[in-house]
Nanobody, 120 residues
Framework: QMQLQESGPGLVKPSQTLSLTCTVSGGSITTNYYFWNWIRQPPGKGLEWIGYIAYNGIIYYSPSLKSRTSISSDTSKNHFTLQLNSVTPEDTAVYYC????????????WGQGTQVIVSS
């Protein structure tokens, strides 16, 4: 059974870097043809796509966050990570890691989400 689990600090100070890891079980992150996403939902707002790393290592970022975002993976640990630099309180959100399927571009597996609060 495919499972995704986010982990990382729940509280980050403004101007610091938010770092999250998504550990995947039940399948390899290098399996064709999946792409591994970070998506967030600020309080009272809709879902916002942050970026993804694909099974072949290709990475795409949201244009609005690209300058502050870095996504990477460690295939030996079967996990992928998100780093968001220079955070502000507007980055407060529930952060999800999500698997996408290139064959139909559906998001088919979601982590439970992790709350991150940016506050001093």
């Amino acid at each position: 059974q495919m499972q995704l689990q986010e982990s990382g600090p729940g509280l980050v100070k403004p101007s610091q870097t938010l770092s999250l890891t998504c550990t995947v079980s039940g399948g390899s992150i290098t399996t064709n043809y999946y792409f591994w996403n970070w998506i967030r939902q600020p309080p009272g707002k809709g879902l916002e796509w942050i970026g993804y790393i694909a099974y072949n290592g290709i990475i795409y970022y949201s244009p609005s966050l690209k300058s502050r975002t870095s996504i990477s993976s460690d295939t030996s640990k079967n996990h992928f990570t998100l780093q968001l630099n220079s955070v502000t309180p507007e980055d407060t959100a529930v952060y999800y890691c999500v698997r996408g399927d290139y064959t139909d571009y559906r998001y088919d597996y979601w982590g439970q989400g992790t709350q991150v609060i940016v506050s001093s």
